[in-house]
Nanobody, 127 residues
Framework: QLQLVESGGGLVQPVGPLRLSCAAPGLTLDYFAISWLRQAPGKEREGVACISRSGGTTNFADSVKGRFTISRDNAKDTVYLQLNSLKPEDTAIYYC????????????????????WGKGTLVTVSS
C-alpha cells in the first residue's frame, strides 16, 4: 500500500513559521488533488487546505485562512504547507492525503475518502 510521507513538524513558538512537506515515494502526484488535514488531541480531524492538480486552485479552512499557504512542485512530487502566524490552537498532527481527481482545477475540502494518506507529522505550538 503506497503511503505519503509528511515531514517538517516539530516544536515551534507562537507566530512560527514552519513548513511542512508531503512526499509521495512511488506515486506520481500529477493525477491527485492534495489535502492537508489535522487532528488535535480530543478533537475530530479537520481539513486545513487543499490544492488542485494544476496548483491553480487552493482552498483553506476559515481557521487558517490568511495564515497558511499551500503549494506543490509536481516535478518533485511534493506538496508544501507553509504555516505562518502560528497559534497554540494550531497544535495537532498534520496529515496529507491524495485524492485522484479528473478535473485538474478542482480541489474539495473533505475529511475522508482520499486514495492515499500519510502517517502524519506532529506540530506543537508553545512558548
Amino acid at each position: 500500500q503506497l503511503q505519503l510521507v509528511e515531514s517538517g513538524g516539530g516544536l515551534v513558538q507562537p507566530v512560527g513559521p514552519l513548513r511542512l512537506s508531503c512526499a509521495a515515494p512511488g506515486l506520481t502526484l500529477d493525477y491527485f488533488a492534495i489535502s492537508w488535514l489535522r487532528q488535535a488531541p480530543g478533537k475530530e480531524r479537520e481539513g486545513v487546505a487543499c490544492i488542485s492538480r494544476s496548483g491553480g486552485t487552493t482552498n483553506f479552512a476559515d481557521s487558517v485562512k490568511g495564515r497558511f499557504t499551500i503549494s506543490r512542485d509536481n516535478a518533485k512530487d511534493t506538496v508544501y504547507l507553509q504555516l505562518n502566524s502560528l497559534k497554540p490552537e494550531d497544535t495537532a498532527i498534520y496529515y496529507c492525503a491524495a485524492d485522484l481527481t479528473v478535473n485538474p482545477s478542482m480541489c474539495i475540502m473533505k475529511r475522508s475518502g482520499m486514495n492515499y494518506w500519510g502517517k502524519g507529522t506532529l506540530v506543537t505550538v508553545s512558548s
